[in-house]
T-cell receptor, first 113, second 111 residues
Framework: DTEVTQTPKHLVMGMTNKKSLKCEQH?????MYWYKQKAKKPPELMFV???????INESVPSRFSPECPNSSLLNLHLHALQPEDSALYLC????????????FGDGTRLSIL | DQQVKQNSPSLSVQEGRISILNCDYT??????FLWYKKYPAEGPTFLIS?????DKNEDGRFTVFLNKSAKHLSLHIVPSQPGDSAVYFC??????????FGTGTSLTVIP
């Protein structure tokens, strides 16, 4: 069982829809991450939150909007996505600071019609 | 440009033998390295890590070796078991919370 929980596991949405991906962890970690992974590619970092503040935004389009309402929760709000945004979206958490492994959820498989 | 590379997309090994997975990196500022295992329909699971102050770290059947001068690390699994069949990603960090992942090696352990 993963200690990082992501919902939903699968999501199909149209290009005009608004939806949100959710991530929750109860390991006391204060750093949380969103990654995007396409088939046969490595995970690509999108956002990093440290102590509930956005610390890294890897030039992600504004149609992706992250939110960290508290130390246990991380959301990714989606609006007006494109078909090329179809991918596996992974959430991870870790202790803040260097040399700390990240712990991943099982991801949300997103399909854009 | 890919800073962490896994040049072997796949590897097949007989059960009980050693599996060796390789990873190369280009950024000399990387000082922390990890291996993750990923089963289909699951997220990556942290396996083992090594800091640049060490050249070997062992955890049960898994050993990671780091050769800083060659910018190369490897994961040894001994003995290999069918349950080890998965995709293995190496990752590297330069001291912050930003990790760079390789493209993965799919390991198949043949019973």
């Amino acid at each position: 069982d993963t200690e990082v929980t992501q919902t939903p596991k699968h999501l199909v949405m149209g290009m005009t829809n608004k939806k949100s991906l959710k991530c929750e962890q109860h390991m006391g970690h204060r750093a949380m991450y969103w990654y995007k992974q396409k088939a046969k590619k490595p995970p690509e970092l999108m956002f990093v939150y440290s102590y509930e503040k956005l610390s890294i935004n890897e030039s992600v389009p504004s149609r992706f909007s992250p939110e960290c309402p508290n130390s246990s929760l991380l959301n990714l709000h989606l609006h007006a996505l494109q078909p090329e945004d179809s991918a596996l979206y992974l959430c991870a958490s870790s202790q803040v600071g260097g040399n700390q492994p990240q712990h991943f959820g099982d991801g949300t498989r997103l399909s854009i019609l | 440009d890919q800073q962490v590379k896994q040049n072997s997309p796949s590897l097949s090994v007989q059960e009980g033998r050693i599996s060796i997975l390789n990873c190369d990196y280009t950024n000399s500022m990387f000082d922390y390295f990890l291996w993750y295992k990923k089963y289909p329909a699951e997220g990556p699971t942290f396996l083992i890590s090594i800091s640049s102050i060490k050249d070997k770290n062992e955890d049960g059947r898994f050993t990671v070796f780091l050769n800083k001068s060659a910018k190369h690390l490897s994961l040894h699994i001994v003995p290999s078991q069918p349950g080890d069949s998965a995709v293995y990603f190496c990752a590297a960090s330069g001291g912050g919370n930003q990790f760079y992942f390789g493209t993965g090696t799919s390991l198949t352990v043949i019973p």
